[in-house]
């Protein structure tokens, strides 16, 4: 019995043992950051191959190079960790393993780039969003390439090695690295060429150093607003005029932009203006709903920070209302901030769990004010994806087969651009039930003005979803849908001409705020009477 009982513990001790490795601190390293690049930079590896001239001495030349700088990177950084604590390395290089595995699932299945605009995407999508990016592919990717890598690291047992000695290493991996990155300087031009490309795929440094970025510029952006100089009003009429933020939709997809599909049967029966040409100021939200807010262009690095329109306009005296099924906006400072929750508990019908809610007891709030200038704003969900089948009420899944699955490069093409198409058709639903709103409103001139805060890709040259540096984001991306409404009244007290409204040949998102300042009547040392869409459209 003794003897059964020492060899069992023997044994247990063995695979204890079996199971724990004991590396020097520069071996650990080094193994770590050579499978960093072959376990996590392989979607690199393929885009590197496709984009060189194949197998030759020359591209795996080129491969070698890329090769050498991750290696490089990884290397300094991890001995630099170990150098202050052995412990510290550990837990970074764990963190790290667990990040990389979702890194690479994204990278993999909708061919996102991992740049800034990406983090600002990712950092800014709320958990209700967020969650639908679940799928039994990305746990197989967080357990293979997170969870088992993370469990390994965390059973070695990495010994201890001096500073100096950690310090030696690292200068010869700098010094050998570096020989051979200055002999192959050739290569760089192809590297420069596909800078973008390439740094939003390197695993760990593409997220990493462009959160670091983000935060960077966000920090920046924290800082007090500066107020813009006050209007003066030229008329008091009633006015509501309302702002409708759309979100990833892409004027492709719209009928009235030519788009082959019935997608706008209601707005094409209406009196709606479709503004041609129509570009975005960014791939993602947080940037491109600034945009549409600022009198500027405040996507320069010195750029000052400014008051949005919404905060603006309440110190002028008018009654904002802001009502979102979104995130991402700019600090405001408005009296009536409601968010869909918010919205929902009064809320009565089938609309009330999609963009429908933004509607909800709409004119009863604007009846109840007493200014005489009411602006609104309305941001939707529209048509986020992944799950493009979830944004609409089941009577508007007209194109079918629909995609239902989040991994979209699992469904068919027309799968995901009927679903896509579906949220189109429901915008189509929800614009013209805010033109009824405003159409009911007694006494009172109105319109509105509806812009996407960007576009969206679905599937083009295997691009998913939004994101895409602007320099090199496809026009799905950019091209955006603009429309406006004006009631009978509004139009003689502002004296538009609708032909030439309709015949202006270039819009951006830069029209907004001077187009509302205009709508309202209004005058100040920013206004822009060349970008108020109204203004230029004046009868003479």
């Not at 029209?511 to 040392?525: E, L, P, Q, R, T």
């Not at 920013?526 to 009868?539: C, G, M, P, T």
Request: with cysteine; aromatic share 12%.
């Amino acid at each position: 019995m003794n003897s059964n009982r020492s060899v069992s513990s023997n044994s247990g001790s063995f695979f204890k043992r079996g199971l724990t490795f004991k590396p020097s601190t520069s071996t650990f390293v080094i193994v770590l950051a050579l499978l960093n690049a072959v376990l996590y930079n392989w979607p690199l590896l393929l885009f590197s191959l496709k984009n060189l001239d194949g197998l030759t001495l020359n591209g795996l030349h080129t491969l070698l190079v890329v090769f050498t700088v991750i290696y490089l990177v990884t290397t300094f950084v991890l001995y630099l960790l170990f150098m202050v604590s052995r412990r510290l390395g550990k837990t970074i290089c764990v963190i790290l393993a667990l990040a990389n595995s979702l890194a690479v699932y994204f990278v993999v299945s909708y061919n996102v780039i991992l740049g800034t605009s990406m983090i600002g995407n990712i950092l800014n999508t709320q958990y209700s969003e967020s969650e639908q990016f679940l799928s039994p592919k990305l746990v197989i990717y967080f357990i293979v390439l997170g969870v088992i890598p993370a469990w390994l690291i965390i059973r070695t047992s990495v010994q201890k090695t001096s500073r100096l000695r950690l310090f030696i290493y690292l200068i010869i991996t700098i010094i050998v690295s570096s020989t051979f990155l200055w002999q192959s300087q050739s290569k760089w031009l192809w590297i420069d060429d596909h800078a973008k490309q390439l740094g939003g795929r390197i695993m760990p440094w593409s997220y990493v150093g462009n959160t670091i970025r983000y935060k960077v510029q966000q920090s920046k952006e924290n800082v007090v607003q500066t107020l813009l100089p006050d209007a003066t009003f030229h008329s008091n009429e009633k006015t509501v005029v309302v702002l409708v933020i759309g979100e990833s939709a892409r004027a492709e997809n719209f009928s009235l932009y030519g788009y082959n599909k019935p997608t706008n049967p209601l707005l094409t029966a209406s009196n709606v203006i479709t503004m041609k040409n129509a570009t975005s100021c960014a791939t993602y939200t947080t940037a491109a709903v600034k945009c549409i807010l600022s009198h500027n262009d405040p996507s320069g690095v010195f750029s000052e920070n400014f008051e949005p329109l919404p905060s603006y306009l309440e110190r002028q005296g008018i009654d904002v209302f802001w009502r979102t099924k979104n995130w991402g906006e700019p600090p405001i400072k408005v009296a009536s901030y409601l968010d869909g929750g918010d919205l929902k508990a009064n809320c009565k019908g089938d609309e009330c769990d999609y963009d429908g809610v933004l509607l909800s007891h709409l004119a009863d709030q604007i009846e109840a004010s007493d200014k005489q200038k009411i602006f609104v704003v309305l941001h939707q969900t529209g048509s986020h994806g992944p799950s493009y089948y979830t944004k609409y009420p089941k009577e508007f899944e007209v194109f079918k087969p629909v995609c239902r699955s989040v991994e979209l490069s699992n469904c068919t093409q027309e799968e995901l651009i009927n679903a896509y198409d579906n949220t189109i058709l429901y915008n189509d639903h929800f614009l013209d039930q805010l033109r009824l709103t405003l159409k009911s409103l007694k006494n009172t001139s109105s319109a509105y003005l509806y812009i996407s805060d960007h576009g969206e890709s679905l599937g083009e040259n295997g691009i998913y979803l939004h994101g895409t540096p602007y320099s090199i984001a496809p026009e799905q991306q950019l091209k955006v849908p603009f429309f406006v409404w004006m009631s009978p009244s509004f139009i003689a007290q502002r004296h538009v001409s609708v032909d030439k409204l309709k015949a202006r040949k270039v819009n951006t998102q830069a029209n907004i705020f001077h187009s509302v300042m205009g709508a309202f009547d209004m005058d100040s040392k920013i206004y822009n009477k060349d970008l108020d869409i109204f203004r230029a459209a004046r009868q003479p």
